[in-house]
Structures are given as C-alpha cells and as structure tokens.
C-alpha cells in the first residue's frame, strides 16, 4: 500500500460448516449423530467412509446411509439407524457436505 495508508475494514466473513468432533457408534445398536456448527441445514449430506479422504476416492461404509436429518438451530441431526455391519475398534471417517442453498 501507499505510505502511511492505514488498512479499512470492508465486511466481514462468517465460515459456515460443522464443528470437528468424534463420536461412537456401537454394533448392533442405533447411531445418532449430532453436528453443531453454522449453516447447517436438512440438506446437507453426509456419509461414513471407512478409507480416503472425504474429497478424494472416498470408500463409503458399508452401514453409513444416513436415514433422518433434523434441523434445530445451529445443530443438525443425522441417524444411521441400527449399524448392522462395520468393524468393531475400526476408525471411520464422517464427512459432511453443507447444502450451498440453504
């Protein structure tokens, strides 16, 4: 910049999206998911993979179909149902794609 210019505030910004976070899902029973976070909306999607990144050759697994999303605030709930198949002690990954729209 020019000397002695002093920057100027223009806006601001507000990053939208979950907070990071791990949960536990248990064999055999039902798994709920909650997320808070800003933005969130009924239309996101998510997945559980079980290798590759969220963005690149994702694997999903093979019991991450998501059943029910609930919107409340700035919290979003996702339920998997029973999980039927999986490894037990097997680290996932959830990934979370924010609805652009919503």
Do not use: M, Q
């Not at 909306?41 to 609930?70: F, L, Q, Y």
């Not at 198949?85 to 794609?97: D, F, H, K, Q």
């Amino acid at each position: 910049g020019a000397p002695g210019a002093s920057p100027v505030r223009i806006g601001s910004l507000v990053l939208v999206g979950p907070e990071r976070r791990s949960t536990t899902c248990t064999l055999g029973l039902w798994c709920n998911v909650t997320f808070n976070g800003v933005g969130l909306g009924v239309g996101n999607r998510v997945a559980v993979i079980r290798s590759g990144s969220c963005a690149v050759s994702p694997i999903a697994a093979s019991w991450g179909t998501p059943e029910k999303h609930e919107e409340i605030e700035s919290t979003l709930l996702v339920s998997f149902g029973v999980v039927s198949a999986g490894v037990p002690a097997r680290s996932y990954t959830i990934c979370l794609g924010v609805d652009e729209t919503s």
